[in-house]
C-alpha cells in the first residue's frame, strides 16, 4: 500500500526497542514478564514493578479514537503535497491505559472523530538501504 | 522557607521579531542581566549564581568571563523541556539563596531564532532519512511540533466538556488586548478582532495561526535574592511565595488518563499547599501561552475553573483589561508581548507586585505565573508584596 503520508516520508530508525513494534506485522508491545503490565512506548524498565525482564505482548488491534487533529500547515515545502492529513490517538480494547498514535488509512482527514472504531493495518515498506521489511502499524476505521 | 526569597530586579532587552535582533543571543543575554541587576540597586560583581533553562548556549562560565563577575557560587537548570521550566528556574535560584548557597542569584532565558535556528520544527521529514529515538513512536505518522502534540491534548479536552472555538479567541483576545496597552509588546499598535481570528488560517486543528505565539528575539532577567537583602535594595521587593513543579507523562507518550490534559494537576497541587492559598486568593495570572488551548487546561488544572465552566469563565473578552475577573496575560503574554520563552512573564509579575504594569490590576497583593503547559515537568511560581 501506499503510505498515508507519502512514499518519501522517513522511516522509523530501528532499534532494540522498537524492532519488534515496527516488523512484526501484528501488533507488538511490551511486556512485563513478571508483573504481566504492558507499556508503550517501550523502556528498560517495568513502569510498573521496575523488573527488567521485559518480553512482548501481542494485540489484536482493535480499539477506539480517543482524539484526533489534522494537520494543515507544512513544516516544510516538502509538505505541501502531504498536508491535510490526521492524526488519532488510540485506546487499544486489550490493553488498558496506553495510547498508540497513528493515521486513518481509509477515512479522509475530517471524516475521523473521537470515538469512531478502528483496526490495526500495515504499512509495509521495504528499507532498502538496510534490506529490511517495516510493517508499520496504522489504523482503519470499521463500522460500529 | 517560602517568601525567604524575593525578586529584587528585573531586566530585558528590547524584543525583535524572529532574526530581527541587531544583537547576538549572548548580548541580548547581557543587555537584559546588565538591566537587572542595575534595577535591583547591584553591581553586576554582586552576582555570584546563574539559572536558566533550555540554554546550552548562554553558559554560567561564559557569561561570568563577559560580565566579570569573578566569584560564582551557584549555578543550575532544571531538566527537560523548555517553557515549562520558565518558573522552575525560579524556584532553583530560591532554593540557592535561601539555603545561603548563594546571595545574588540571575535568573534568565535568552533566545534569537534568527541566530540559531526554530523550535518546534525537528524530528519531522518529508525528503526521506529515518526518525529514531522517541520522534519514532510519533513523528513516524507526522505528529512532531509542540502545536501538533498540544492539539491532541485540545481536541480530546474541548470534546469533553462542550468547549468552542470561542473559548480559545477568548484567550488570544486577551493577549492581544492586553499588548495595547504596553509598548514593549511586538503586538503593540497590531489589534486582533475575533473576525480576523476566525478568518486565519488553520494550523493544526483546533488551532487557528492566532492560537499560536510568535518566535521572538530578546531576552529577560531577574535577580533572586534573600527577602532580608532586597528590603535593602532598590525596588520594592517581589516575595517569591511558593514555587512548584510536578510531573505528568514522559514525552512523546501519550496514555488515558493524562489525554486532555495540559499535566498542571501536580504543579497546582504542590504550589497551593507550599503558599497556603487558593487560585481565588490570586489577584493577577500569568499563564504560558504557547497555544491558547493548553492555557484553558491549565487554568482548570491550577483551581480557576471547572472543565465545563472554563468558557463561561473566559468569555466575551472576561480576561481583557486590568479591571478583568482575572486580570491575565497583563503584558500580553508571549502572543502579545514577545515570545521569550514564558521569561516575560516573571517580569511582569515583578512589575505587577511594584504596581508598574502598563495594566495594572488593582490592589495587587498576590501575582501568579504559570509555565509551559503540556509538557513535564511543569512548573508555577507565586509572588506576594509581602511574604
Not at chain 1, 58 to 76: K, T
Not at chain 2, 73 to 80: A, H, K, L
Not at chain 2, 237 to 264: E, M, N, R
Not at chain 2, 286 to 313: H, R, W
Request: hydrophobic share 40%.
Amino acid at each position: 500500500m501506499t503510505r498515508v503520508l507519502g512514499d518519501a516520508w522517513p522511516l522509523p530508525g530501528l532499534d532494540d526497542r522498537n524492532r519488534a513494534f515496527f516488523t512484526a506485522g501484528v501488533l507488538m508491545l511490551q511486556q512485563c514478564k513478571r508483573c504481566q503490565h504492558v507499556q508503550h512506548p517501550p523502556e528498560d524498565v517495568c513502569e510498573a514493578c521496575q523488573s527488567f525482564d521485559l518480553g512482548g505482548f501481542e494485540s489484536a488491534g482493535a480499539g477506539r479514537v480517543e482524539s484526533v487533529i489534522v494537520v494543515h500547515h507544512p513544516l516544510h515545502p516538502g509538505m505541501a503535497d502531504i498536508v491535510p492529513y490526521a492524526v488519532v490517538a488510540v485506546a487499544l480494547d486489550d490493553v488498558p491505559g496506553v495510547l498508540l498514535t497513528g493515521n486513518v488509512t481509509n477515512r479522509a482527514p475530517d471524516a475521523v472523530a473521537i470515538g469512531d472504531r478502528v483496526e490495526v493495518t500495515f504499512e509495509e515498506v521495504v528499507d532498502t538501504a538496510n534490506n529490511v521489511t517495516l510493517k508499520i502499524p496504522q489504523w482503519q476505521a470499521v463500522d460500529g | 522557607m517560602h517568601g525567604a526569597a524575593a525578586i529584587a530586579g528585573i531586566g530585558e532587552s528590547t524584543y525583535y521579531e524572529r532574526g530581527g535582533s541587531p544583537h547576538s543571543e549572548f548580548q541580548l543575554a547581557c543587555i537584559a542581566i546588565q538591566r537587572a541587576v542595575e534595577d535591583a540597586g547591584l553591581e553586576l560583581a554582586d552576582i555570584d549564581g546563574f539559572v536558566s533553562y533550555m540554554d546550552s548556549r548562554n553558559d554560567p562560565i561564559r557569561l561570568a568571563r563577559a560580565l566579570g563577575i569573578r566569584n560564582l557560587r551557584w549555578t543550575g537548570s532544571p531538566w527537560s523541556g523548555g517553557g515549562n521550566n520558565s518558573c522552575a528556574s525560579i524556584q532553583a535560584a530560591d532554593a540557592a539563596v535561601s539555603a545561603g548557597y548563594a546571595k545574588h542569584v540571575v535568573v534568565f532565558r535568552a533566545l534569537a531564532q534568527g541566530q540559531f535556528g526554530r523550535f518546534g520544527q525537528s524530528g519531522g521529514g518529508g525528503g526521506g532519512g529515518y526518525l529514531g529515538g522517541a520522534f519514532a513512536w510519533n513523528a513516524i505518522y507526522g505528529l512532531m511540533t509542540p502545536a501538533q502534540q498540544c492539539a491532541l491534548h485540545t481536541a480530546r479536552f474541548m470534546h469533553d466538556h462542550g468547549i468552542s472555538q470561542e473559548a480559545l479567541c477568548e484567550i488570544s483576545l486577551a493577549c492581544y488586548a492586553n499588548a495595547q496597552l504596553n509598548p514593549r509588546a511586538l503586538r503593540y499598535g497590531k489589534p486582533l478582532t475575533r473576525e480576523a481570528y476566525h478568518a486565519s488560517r488553520w494550523i493544526v486543528t483546533p488551532f487557528h495561526l492566532y492560537d499560536c505565539c510568535p518566535e521572538n528575539d530578546g531576552a529577560a532577567a531577574a535577580v533572586v535574592t534573600t527577602a532580608e537583602r532586597a528590603r535593602d535594595l532598590a525596588q520594592k521587593p517581589a516575595a517569591i511565595v511558593a514555587a512548584a513543579q510536578g510531573v505528568g507523562p514522559a514525552f512523546a507518550t501519550y496514555t488515558q488518563d493524562t489525554l486532555g490534559s495540559s499535566h498542571y494537576g501536580q504543579v497546582a497541587e504542590h504550589l497551593w499547599q507550599n503558599a497556603g492559598v487558593v487560585a481565588q486568593d490570586v489577584d493577577v495570572a500569568q499563564f504560558y501561552e504557547n497555544f491558547t488551548g493548553p492555557v484553558l487546561m491549565a487554568m482548570c488544572e491550577m483551581g480557576f475553573a471547572s472543565p465545563d465552566g472554563i468558557e463561561s469563565f473566559v468569555k466575551d473578552g472576561a480576561l481583557q483589561g486590568p479591571d478583568a475577573k482575572l486580570p491575565f496575560n497583563t503584558s500580553g503574554g508571549n502572543i502579545g508581548e514577545a515570545y521569550i520563552h514564558g521569561f516575560e512573564m516573571i517580569n511582569e509579575s515583578v512589575r505587577q507586585i511594584r504596581g508598574t504594569s502598563t495594566c495594572q490590576a488593582p490592589n495587587v497583593e498576590r501575582a501568579l505565573v504559570v509555565g509551559g503547559p503540556g509538557y513535564s515537568p511543569g512548573s508555577a511560581v507565586l509572588l506576594g508584596a509581602s511574604a
